[in-house]
């Protein structure tokens, strides 16, 4: 199973690059929103630097043409950005009009397995279903994931389930069981499944024990030295 970082923080992707789980980025327009500094497509473009993964570049129009005109755009900055279009009539159209360019899709913003059959369809690299919001508005955001991966399954389609608008580690365990082939998460679930309480408090009892064992270990040594030190000698010795 893939794993992406749903972020447009340079320093959060540099980071998980480090930690060799990084196969790729998400970003859209509300994560871009969050950095300051330099423009859309200068983010982009460092991203792509610090992966050759995909990496996902959303765009905002919401007609074919302006679709069409941002996406081309956006594949021209690297090998390995993706573009993003919205689940949509137009965004369909899009979707199969960058297919027949060679331009790799992933359809954002998908809340049912139909209308992630559709972008499939259309030619979409990714499909992105919600699992969050729909949890949000009270319902099962993966049964989504689920019909999905059985649907791509079982008619061999040729995309990907990327499970997104993921919230907490338990998401992540539900996606990748239900046979998501990627998974976008921000940096701060990241950081969570990779800690545990009982870890976390075991990393501290060991550093702790082996402070001891080696306080007790000089207190002993030096102890022998003074008995050594205070012992008569043989005579002859
Ligand atoms: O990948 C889509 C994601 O950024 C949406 O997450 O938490 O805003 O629903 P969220």
């Not at 060799?20 to 859209?28: F, I």
């Not at 259309?122 to 699992?131: C, D, M, Q, Y």
Request: charged residues 25%; aromatic residues 4%; contains cysteine.
């Amino acid at each position: 199973m893939k794993i992406f970082l749903d972020t447009a923080d340079i320093s959060e992707i540099r980071k998980v690059a480090k930690w060799g789980v990084l196969d790729g980025v998400t970003t859209n327009p509300t994560l871009f929103a969050k950095t300051s500094g330099s423009s859309y497509e200068e983010v982009l473009k460092e991203i792509c630097t610090i992966t050759s993964g995909p990496v996902s570049a959303e765009v905002v129009a919401e007609d074919v043409e302006g679709m069409l005109r941002e996406g081309r755009a956006f594949a021209k900055l690297a090998p390995n950005i993706v573009v993003k279009v919205p689940m949509s009539e137009e965004g369909l159209e899009a979707i199969a009009t960058f297919a027949d360019e060679g331009i790799k899709t992933n359809c954002t913003l998908i809340f049912t397995a139909n209308q992630g059959l559709l972008a499939a369809k259309a030619g979409a690299s990714l499909l992105s279903p919600f699992v969050g919001r729909l949890d949000d508005i009270n319902q099962d955001g993966m049964i989504v994931i689920r019909e999905l991966v059985d649907i791509v399954t079982i008619h061999d389609l040729e995309t990907e389930v990327l499970a997104a608008s993921i919230r907490n580690p338990l998401h992540m365990t539900q996606a990748a069981l239900a046979g998501a082939h990627v998974a976008t998460l921000p940096f701060k679930v990241l950081q969570q499944m990779a800690h545990h309480p009982l870890t976390d408090s075991g990393i501290k009892q060991f550093r702790t024990d082996w402070e001891k064992a080696r306080v007790a270990l000089d207190t002993q040594k030096g102890s022998d030295k003074a008995k050594a030190a205070a012992a008569p000698t043989k005579p002859g010795a």
